[in-house]
DNA sequence: TTGAAAGCGATACCAC
DNA sequence: GTGGTATCGCTTTCAA
């Protein structure tokens, strides 16, 4: 089957390619009619002919005509995190529902290929970009205010007026996991984080310490500080646990999937038990907690939220109406969830 | 900023167009020189003023022109299940590498969307597609044919000369898994799987059958058909584990991620233990099989190679040299795996 | 080695 | 409502 073009449907329609080309652009009134200044009659020749001879749009022209392209490009560290394939998946889907076509590519927490990616998708002519910025990524993200190409940041911020924004509220999550557990009557509650300081996590921190001192607990507040290489990472979450144990805590806020998973296996390896030995909050979403009975309380993000809210964002600002270029979104603590079912969010 | 083309660095650097083309789609040779028809100073040249302009080529113009995009198409049935985002995570890597553009789309299983997908990527003239199918997909894969789209198919099979594949070898994976369970000194070795028989799962069944029988213990054959629905499965996989208690079973081999999730969740429910009451083998991969201790065996396909393997021959039916079209790999065993390490492939 | 000029297929502008 | 045509930025002959 060779191309057919505008140009064929004009002519074996009996009408110019002006009319055709309206045709083809015109979008579906209420009323189920095409809005477009063509002679119903005539829309109806054209779309028929155009069907019959499977004419399909050149985007590559029209793009180079009309300066659009209808294109996205959404760069996140790494795709094949279930965190960021799960806001893909939403981007992808309200992105196609809106007719844009979405670009994705993975800069591997690496600020060099992020800038190369960047480079990459400009050259695409994408109208926007939606990118979870890496450390040490802002001179790559520089190009994109010097090019005039609308952003919008997710899930870690960076200093710049002109970007977009959707982050998670971690203060609050922090907050959350830690009031339902002092809810449920602990006193001693602790928390292991990572060392090295990222924002999400010491906004956690940060609510947890705040819950902890409006609940008169501040004499409790104990964050275990770890290695971020997981050896290390898993033998001091063991040794943590191990001394706990001794200690009398409660409970334990677990603010990442991967801190979960070393808390599981100290668990595993010091032979103690979920109910009986301590509570966890953990975070994000794992098979691990639902197995557990009961499951384990978890704080997740609104993923889908994030993701079309930053679609919507930045389309908003590709269009020009600029409205509040900052949203934060509140994660949710799921306490019932249970296999195979919409998780159920708390509210207290 | 302004765009900058193609003319600017011409008329900037004093050459004409054509040269600064040339140039720009010049390739590094061995030497470190370009390999065009160019005088060495005047490529420098022009390279270092294209560099100081900040010019970028427009893909839409360059792809308009000259019939080509470099630009794949990936569509899935979802790219926020892991098996799909790892792929998906390689395939981009390795296209990435190439100086291919991917666009991915997820399906949702659905062929009327498939088809949309199909359309929309056709209209992005991309060079070729790798896809994933769904049941009932085979007139929207047909467009591919008719539009003479080199297409290669992942995952699953479906009928037709002119795609590529690169499949697993799920008869084997299915072979193997049972095999470790025989080496290990099990006899009496049960399945679960679907009622519902998607070849990927019907293959591993065949490979288990064939296994027993190579092994003589045909008469321990028992495959239990669960529904695929979450409620119903896992209440059907409590039932199969507490007659399989009675009636002596060693082993369960769970030919899936989800399968194996009822699995332990009928442990927990019935107070069993694993290498105490049964041991498993399970398929895909999951935190799960890497907390319990020892690590449960599970076979795993080969994600990268697919991705690898798919994007290699798929560039291979688009420059027109055709070799094998038909790409079989193998699954590998994974026994002694531990969390935050590569996993060690056992071959016996 | 270099350059002039002809399109690729659509849209935008203007005239009717 | 409808149609003619210049043009987007690049690649690709072809000729010098």
Wanted: glycine content about 6%; aromatic content about 8%; charged content about 25%.
């Amino acid at each position: 089957m060779k191309k057919v073009t505008i140009r064929d449907v004009a002519k074996e329609a009996g009408v110019s390619v002006t009319l055709v080309s309206f045709v083809m652009n015109a979008k579906m009134g209420k009323d189920g009619r095409l809005d477009c200044p063509v002679n119903p009659n005539t829309a109806r020749r054209v779309l028929e002919v155009a069907k019959r001879l499977g004419y399909r749009r050149n985007n590559a022209a029209a793009s180079l005509r009309s300066g659009r392209s209808h294109t996205i490009a959404v760069i996140v560290s790494d795709i094949s995190n279930s965190f960021f394939s799960d806001i893909c998946r939403h981007i992808e889907n309200t992105a196609y529902n809106m007719g844009t076509t979405v670009i994705f590519a993975s800069s591997d927490e690496n600020p060099d290929k992020l800038s190369n990616l960047i480079d990459t998708v400009i050259g695409y002519n994408v109208e926007g970009m939606i990118i979870a910025p890496c450390l040490g990524s802002e001179a790559a993200l520089k190009k994109a205010v010097d090019y005039n190409i609308p952003t919008v940041l997710i899930d870690r911020d960076m200093p710049g007026e002109d970007f977009g924004r959707v982050l998670v509220d971690n203060v609050d999550a922090g907050f959350i996991a830690t009031k339902y557990l002092i809810h449920q009557g602990f006193g001693k509650i602790e928390m292991v984080s990572y060392k090295s300081g990222v924002t999400s996590l010491t906004d956690r921190e940060r609510g947890y310490e705040k819950a902890m001192e409006e609940a008169g607990l501040q004499d409790y507040i104990n964050i275990h500080k770890i290695e971020y290489e997981a050896v290390a990472a898993k033998k001091m979450v063991r040794e943590t646990f191990k001394d706990a144990s001794k200690r009398g805590t409660e409970a334990f806020i677990l603010p990442t999937k991967k801190i979960a998973l070393y808390g599981f296996n100290a668990l595993n390896v010091l032979g103690l038990n979920l109910p009986k030995d301590f509570s966890f909050v953990c975070f994000d979403e794992s098979d691990i907690y639902d197995l557990n009975k009961p499951v384990v309380p978890h704080v997740i993000q609104p993923l889908q939220e994030i993701a079309e809210k930053s679609v919507e964002l930045l389309n908003d600002m590709v269009e020009g109406e600029t409205k509040n270029k900052n949203i934060s979104l509140k994660a949710k603590l799921v306490v019932g969830g249970r296999l195979g079912s919409e998780p159920i969010a708390a509210t207290f």
